[in-house]
Structures are given as C-alpha cells and as structure tokens.
Nanobody, 121 residues
Framework: QVQLAESGGGFVQPGGSLRLSCEAS????????IAWFRQASDNEREWVGC????????TLKESVKDRFTISRNNRKRTIYLQMNNLKPEDTAAYYC??????????????WGQGTQVTVSS
C-alpha cells in the first residue's frame, strides 16, 4: 500500500528556511520517483521537483532550483525538501507524491495529506 506523510511545514519570514519531510511506505519507494508539488489557495498544483531511487538523481523546477534541494534517506524511508531563501510566493500546501518517472510532466499518482508553508513578514 502506498502511504506518504508530509511534515515540517510552518510559518517563516521571507528569507528563512524550512525542511519538509515525507515519510514513505516501502511500497511507495518502489516507484521510480518521489515528487514534491505545492498548491496555493485557489491555484492549480505546481510541481516542484522529484528524486529517483538509487542512484538518487533530482530534478527541480527552474524557478526554485537555486533555493530548493531534494534528498532522501532510504534507511529512514524519508524524502526531504530543503527550502532556503523562502519568498511569500512559496506559500502553499506542500505534498509529496509518487511518480513512475521523475518529470514535471509525469502524472502524480498518490500523495499524502500535505503540510502548510506560510511565508510572511
């Protein structure tokens, strides 16, 4: 069964940092990639990036690649989204999701309940 649980969101001032965690079931990690996407109120989903299995390779959306990084700890079955220099436009609910391919255009198959990130002064 695919199970994903996001955590680590919160309130942060512009320029601050947060690290989100995605705890995944072993079955979820069997997928080719784990992605992060976000959804602001009344907006569409926005794919942020993804990471493959071993060897782990990452792909990030162009607009965040200088500020965000994705990593994974397979022993802990956890995928991380490190977000630095956060901006108000990063405010959204963040989700991790399974993908069959690490790509912005690959379907998002299953995701968790999300964690809210609010960037504001």
């Amino acid at each position: 069964q695919v199970q994903l649980a996001e955590s680590g969101g919160g309130f942060v001032q512009p320029g601050g940092s947060l690290r989100l965690s995605c705890e995944a079931s072993a079955f979820a990690l069997d997928y080719h990639a784990i992605a992060w996407f976000r959804q602001a109120s009344d907006n569409e989903r926005e794919w942020v990036g993804c990471i493959t299995g071993s060897p782990a390779t990452t792909t990030l959306k162009e607009s965040v690649k200088d500020r965000f990084t994705i990593s994974r700890n397979n022993r802990k079955r956890t995928i991380y989204l490190q977000m630095n220099n956060l901006k108000p436009e990063d405010t959204a609910a963040y989700y991790c999701a399974t993908q069959n391919m690490c790509s912005e255009h690959a379907p998002l198959l299953a995701w968790g309940q999300g964690t809210q990130v609010t960037v504001s002064s």
